[in-house]
């Protein structure tokens, strides 16, 4: 017996006001271009400084940036020696900035908090493990974490994998569970919860893929879900976390290849999905954090060019759209959700045909049914991405990853 397939047909453009991710443009970091900035969030404001501008040239001014009035404010200086690839995070109503490669080409191990409510720096205890840059950092409840990254020396150079935790209370370093895996440096990172997570990297040879969770409730290690199959490995990439998801952005994929690819993860699916590209030029070594339900990603650069000073706000819905989930009635069911492009729907299918959309709402096809429940579908020539399938009022999201 033959399996019948719904295939869809293009017909003319129109849109629906559905719920989509976009990007917007905001203010410009006011100074000079650069790379591998640090950043950290407190409260409603995020803080942006050090990095290297083009051609090589250390910084250590330190701004802040209003997410309401769109404008960034100057504030005293990092205390220390310029630097690039440092560690940051947040803790409480206090920033804590670190580690690094200074202006000698080495890593460091020097340790400041800010305090927000007099816009001062203080130097805390040293970074216990060896001095290093281009490490992850995050933080989960009263700790910040500072692992992996990378240590130069006159004649070779050592990649870790060890994790330590900082107490601000006692303001002492612990040593907690390696990485079970290579050394790497110039990941990414995030927090969620209980959890923070490392994503790609380098290690000695390659670009990597792989996702770490480490739950600082057990002190354990776990491998999650890779980028997905189709997704090369990358590093110096941007992210931060909204809710319960942590988003990835840009980064190096190759010897002078730049990505603007991004992705988010879900934990509790344990699986990724790509979303709208960063809307600026590829790049690497740019700069993210949230703050409330967006998320900013900006500066960075690559190897052609200047640094860059523009700066984008990500929002997973857009404001004047229809909020799906209200329109989700569970009358049918898709799976698998992500697919290649084949799913089934199943449910009663009254309809003659359901309507695909873009995430922004372009409409793409219609869909014909020709099965009254469990009718199959095939989209070999759609791309990857999120899309929205129109079957009468109902809406639900489609996930494509080839």
Known sequence: ?????????????????????????????????????????????????????????????????????????QLPDLPGAPRMAASSFAIGNKGYVGLGMDTSYLGTNDFYE???????????????????????????????FI?????????????????WAYDPVTDTWTQKASLPAVG?????????????????????????KEL?????VTDMWTQKQSLPSWAVGRADLASFSLGSNGYICTGQTGVSIFTKECFTFNPGLNQWVQVTDFPGNPRDETVGFSIGSHGYVGLGGHNSIPAYTNFWEYA?????????????????????NPSDGMFTISGTIAEKYGQLFTCSGLYMQKIFFTQASSQKVFLPTISNG??????GNDIKKVFIQK
């Open 316 to 336: 997973p819905d857009h404001p004047n759209a229809i909020d799906t989930p209200e329109h989700e009635k569970n009358e049918y069911t898709i799976t698998p």
């Open 386 to 391: 999120i899309y929205y399938l129109k079957i």
């Open 147 to 163: 692992g992996i990254g990378l240590t130069t020396t006159q004649f070779n150079f050592i990649l870790h994998n060890d994790l």
């Open 184 to 208: 790497r440096s110039n990941a990414t990172s995030f927090s969620i919860g209980s959890k923070g997570y490392i994503v790609a990297g380098v290690d000695s040879f390659n670009y990597l």
């Open 114 to 144: 800010f305090d927000p409510s007099t816009n001062t720096w203080t130097q805390k205890a040293s970074f216990s493990g060896t001095s290093r840059f281009a490490a992850s950092s995050f933080s989960i409840d009263s700790l910040g």
């Open 212 to 216: 770490w969770e480490y739950d600082a």
């Open 1 to 73: 017996m033959k399996t019948k397939y719904a295939v869809g047909t293009i017909l003319l453009i129109v849109s629906l006001n559905l719920k989509a991710d976009y990007w917007t443009q905001k203010a410009s970091f006011p100074s000079s271009g650069r790379c591998v900035a640090f950043s950290f969030v407190i409260g409603n404001k995020g803080y942006v400084g050090g990095g290297r501008g083009a051609p090589i040239q250390f910084h250590k001014d330190f701004w802040q940036y209003d997410p309401v009035a769109n404008i960034w404010t």
